[in-house]
């Protein structure tokens, strides 16, 4: 009886124990099933910004950019600051030799304001003037010494006929100053080229005046700077596609962007419309775009530190480190000049102790290499691309949070390692 029933118990344990075994593993079974479809539908609701960071070309070595813009005709303290940074970076060089380069943007006038006093329309004085010329001579100096680049900002740092039809005083007053004029010290929405900033939100400008507006400003840097412009960095970075067609019209290859082009000022002054995002390479017909990754502004606190981490985090990226700076951080009197340069020399001894293969090149470069895909520069085995493409994800914000919560991270960092191989 008593072994009976021991059979009896161990048979139906055997059952439960194959029930639960089945029932695990059709429980894993759905649990891994849903685990895939929403995996599938995480990848395809975020596949456009997948497909972005894994087009963007990828650099297979370290590269640093400053891009200072605001240069030229204004205050004839320039000079003596572009002397001082051309010495700076004539102290270093690369491990190619190459010195470091400062991509200059240039503004071609200010207002005259004399003249606009007299007869009561806008006249402008332009970088040739005689009164610029200690200016002009550092800018030739440096570009001749391999330490300058030079690219287009604009005619004018603003749109004359908003600033002439505006109702504030204090910008009336500004027009008719003493020339040189700084156009730091006008309200930032009319510091905008390519929109009428004079009410808010900004008005479109006329299509035959952009285009006129362009070739004259072409014809002007052609005839100042001796090469016409390839570059152009976009004056407080709003403008617009049209301003963009007249620009490819007149010769211009490429144009320097934050990742968004902003055609215009809203109701508070900011700029809006964000039309993108844009990256690096990316081209509009003939034009290519180049991208700002951040800034090196030390007279607002982002001086070689700040700078020296994006430049870590941009290598590991494979992209270039294009950092924005304005002249304001070396004309602001001569405490804060040297502080500048401080920071200008120690961002770049930073970067060539921090990684010795940095190269150091000009934005125009930089545009020429992504234009062409350059593979001396460039990196097209995908399993090289695999670690830096890897790099830009973890950077990406939501979409890393939402990889990491649903276990995708996990699974892709032990894929990543086991297929990536180093760059030869
Ligand atoms: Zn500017």
């Not at 099933?33 to 929403?38: C, D, F, R, T």
């Not at 072409?218 to 152009?232: D, H």
């Amino acid at each position: 009886m008593a072994s009976g029933s021991a059979v009896a118990a161990a048979g139906l344990a055997t059952w439960l124990v194959a029930g639960l075994a089945a029932g695990l593993a059709a429980g894993l079974a759905a649990g891994l099933a849903a685990w895939l479809v929403a995996a599938a539908l995480l990848l395809w609701a975020y596949r456009r910004e997948l497909a972005r960071l894994w087009r963007e070309p990828v650099f297979g070595q370290p590269i640093l950019i400053v891009e200072s813009d605001d240069w030229g005709a204004g205050p004839l303290t320039q000079a003596g600051a572009l002397s001082r940074i051309a010495e700076v970076l004539q102290r270093h060089r690369d491990a190619s030799g190459r010195n470091p380069v400062m991509s200059l943007a240039l503004v071609l006038a200010v207002p005259d304001g004399p003249a606009i006093e007299r007869e009561g329309r806008y006249c402008a004085v332009a970088l040739d003037d005689a009164r610029f010329a200690p200016v002009l001579g550092a800018l030739h100096a440096g570009a001749a010494g391999g330490v300058f680049a030079l690219q287009l900002h604009g005619f004018e740092h603003y749109w004359p006929p908003a600033l002439m039809a505006s109702t504030d005083a204090a910008v009336q007053r500004w027009l008719r100053g003493p020339v040189p004029a700084a156009t730091e010290q006008l309200p930032s929405p009319l510091q905008s080229r390519w929109t009428d900033a004079g009410a808010l939100p900004s008005g479109a400008l006329p299509a035959a005046q952009i285009r006129a507006a362009v070739a004259a400003e072409v014809e002007a840097y052609t005839r100042i700077v001796g090469t016409p412009p390839r570059l152009v960095v976009p004056p407080t970075f709003v403008w617009t596609r049209e301003v963009e067609a007249a620009w490819a019209a007149a010769g211009v290859q490429g144009i320097v962007t934050p990742g968004w082009r902003y055609p215009q000022r809203d109701a508070q002054g900011l700029p809006a419309g964000d039309e993108g995002p844009i990256v690096n390479g990316q081209r509009s017909g003939e034009l290519c775009y180049v991208v700002r990754t951040d800034y090196f502004e030390p007279a607002r606190a982002r001086g070689a530190s700040h700078a020296l981490e994006v430049f870590g985090r941009m290598a590991a990226q494979g992209r270039p480190c294009v950092l924005e700076n304005h002249r304001d951080n070396f004309i602001q009197g001569t405490q804060a000049c040297e502080a500048s340069l401080r920071e200008l020399e120690a961002l770049v001894t930073g970067a060539l102790a921090q990684a010795p293969a940095v190269r150091f090149m000009s934005t125009r470069e930089l545009e020429r290499i992504l234009r062409a895909r350059d593979p001396q520069w460039i990196v097209h085995a995908w399993r090289v691309r695999l670690p830096f493409a890897w790099q830009r994800l973890r950077a990406s914000g939501r979409l890393w949070k939402l990889l990491r919560l649903s276990g995708l991270a996990a699974v892709g960092s032990v894929l990543v390692r086991w297929a990536a191989r180093p760059a030869s």
